[in-house]
């Protein structure tokens, strides 16, 4: 797979990643990391899951759905850089989150903004994550998305 194909691949995972959170497809997103580990910084700790069936069960658990089923975010991906090693079937890459959201009592604003840190192996002739690694620089009012402050 050519270093230009691998990175529209892998793109095209981090857009899928966000449009499924968006939908509130949580067996969605956890099957894109069947075979991975999903970590999180929060505050001073790092919490972490592994597997499809740890990460569908924290959206489960935290992530507020509203009356159509949608957590009612937009996350936007933004400053991708991808980095493949076409001989080792591996890559990295790096990217901004920004994640709206508006609510009747919420008008309509950033609520989180971080980064993404996330490694990625070629199996079968898909690309496929390994890890990912958020990272919150900015948090706002996480009222309407989460089911507490993992801030605080």
């Given at each position: 797979?050519?270093?230009?194909?691998?990175?529209?691949?892998?793109?095209?995972?981090?857009?899928?990643?966000?449009?499924?959170?968006?939908?509130?497809?949580?067996?969605?997103?956890?099957?894109?990391?069947?075979?991975?580990?999903?970590?999180?910084?929060?505050?001073?700790?790092?919490?972490?899951?592994?597997?499809?069936?740890?990460?569908q069960e924290?959206?489960?658990?935290?992530?507020?759905?509203?009356?159509?089923?949608?957590?009612?975010?937009?996350?936007?991906?933004?400053?991708?850089?991808?980095?493949?090693?076409?001989?080792?079937?591996?890559?990295?890459?790096?990217?901004?989150f920004t994640?709206?959201?508006?609510?009747?009592?919420?008008?309509?604003?950033?609520?989180?903004?971080?980064?993404?840190e996330d490694?990625?192996?070629?199996?079968?002739?898909?690309?496929?994550?390994?890890?990912?690694?958020?990272?919150?620089?900015?948090?706002?009012?996480?009222?309407?998305?989460?089911?507490?402050?993992?801030?605080?």
């Open positions: 797979m050519a270093e230009t194909d691998a990175r529209d691949a892998i793109s095209r995972l981090l857009f899928t990643y966000a449009a499924r959170v968006d939908a509130g497809d949580f067996e969605g997103v956890s099957h894109l990391f069947e075979h991975a580990t999903y970590r999180a910084v929060l505050g001073d700790e790092i919490g972490v899951r592994t597997g499809a069936a740890e990460v924290q959206f489960e658990h935290i992530t507020l759905r509203h009356e159509d089923g949608t957590p009612s975010t937009k996350h936007v991906i933004t400053n991708v850089i991808v980095d493949v090693d076409e001989n080792a079937g591996t890559a990295t890459s790096r990217s901004y994640v709206l959201q508006a609510r009747p009592t919420l008008p309509l604003q950033v609520i989180i903004a971080g980064r993404y490694a990625f192996a070629l199996a079968g002739g898909e690309w496929q994550f390994t890890d990912r690694l958020i990272i919150t620089d900015l948090v706002g009012d996480l009222s309407q998305h989460l089911s507490f402050d993992p801030f605080r």
